[in-house]
């Protein structure tokens, strides 16, 4: 009788809740579906912003289609941008997410991007694609920072996928170096599959790694070297340049099979010249070959009287493989103010100093041949002694803007977009003198080094690239014909 009676009772629990016309659950928001748009469009098709997702670490919702979206207003040619963009970094601890600190919310940065004439921006530890950062464990996907950084319409993001150094197709969660991975395997499969639905409309750029000349550390009887991060996992023979060669070409035929119009970057050199050219470069091509990347990468950190004979190598050495046709990037250039860090640079290191390496670097690398040059970096990490990455920014690490700032603002207003860069003489013992013509067809000179310079026809002003006191530029009167003393600081000439 219990039981007859308890059927019952559930038997009509269910017909009344079926009347009540309960409803199934709504289904996820559709990813969205559109094409890209030809690549060398200036204004691809209304794309949307992304939904907010989840605090922790779990399937984000895909990307809403809205016809109200902004389109994407980014730059048709970029020129100019800064690498490693501290978006919601909080220093306390590592992995830490900052949501209220104004100065390193999206916003804020990118109202400062506009300001300054920034073009394109390059590795966000939090808001890039890094696999450890957007699935740290499997099947446990974040996208809030990158969908908030990543879709933003007038500036163009180059993404970095995998690994920030160290690049492999092995999953960040492995810790068996016997379960190292050298090529694609399910896992790396499935990560590539996730980031290039999501962000393929709005991502042009993608950079499949970055200084994996690094991977030398993990050679047998090789030591690590210095400015590397510590290896994760490593397999016990190592992952040779040409192994990395071989994972690079499948990753961008993988890439390129679900995303046509993906300009591919090589993983940036750690330097122009010796092992990451020669050997680490030279490797990739005999693993990989060379049609798999569009962009070459490389990056110059040592002092600006040894670039121009370095990039000249680098030149030379893309003639020989028949890579003399491809673009040429300088994604991470720059140099500290902190007088007490002297492993990269000792001038000795300044404010001053910072300022003018903005000019002293950026200019010849457009001029024998870079067509993109991003300088590292935007904001300053902690000031601490051990911290071999000290005093790069070009705001310190309260924001509070720097010399270099104000000599970045210069470098743009008076020299991007140009149509034309060309060194006449680029000499770290002598004399450096470039020539720029502008978009609207108006020269531009900037000098300095040792000796003299005679000032042609047609310029009638000159200013030193070190701002005043409070960043202000005051141009003098300059004669053609007249010849200038040329010092380290360089002299920008109208």
Known sequence: MKTRVLFWAGLLFFLAACNLGVSPPPAAPPAPTSAPPARPSLLPPTFPPPLPAPAEPTASPALAESPTSPALLRPKQIQIGLNFIRFYVDDSRRGAIDTRTPYLQPAWIFDDFRALGIHA??????????????????????????????????????????????????????????????????????????VIARYGPYIRYWELGNEMDHWRAADPGEKQPGGAERIPLAPRDGFSPQEQGVFLAEAAAFLRERDPDAVIILPGMSAPADY????????VLEGGGKDWFDVVNYHYYGNWQGYCRQREALQTFLERHGLADKPVWMTESGATRDASLTLRTNYPNSPQAQAAEIFRRLVPAYALGDDLVLWHTYLDSSDLPGNNWRGYGLRAHDSEPQPAYYALQLFIRELIPFQQAEALSCDGRGANVFRFVRQDGRERYIVWGTGQFTVPSGLSEQVSVVPEEQGGYTWQPVVPGKNIRLTEIPILLR
């Open 121 to 194: 921006f390059r590795q966000s530890p939090l808001a890039d694609l890094f696999w450890d950062v957007v699935e740290p464990q499997q099947g446990q996907w974040r996208f809030t920072e990158a969908d908030a950084v990543l879709t933003v319409s007038d500036f163009e993001p180059i993404v970095t996928l995998f690994a920030m150094q160290y690049a492999s197709p092995t999953p960040p969660w492995e810790r068996a170096p016997a379960r190292f991975q050298k090529t694609l395997g399910v896992e790396a499969r499935d990560y590539l599959e996730k």
């Open 276 to 283: 990451p050219l020669e050997v680490w470069f030279a490797g």
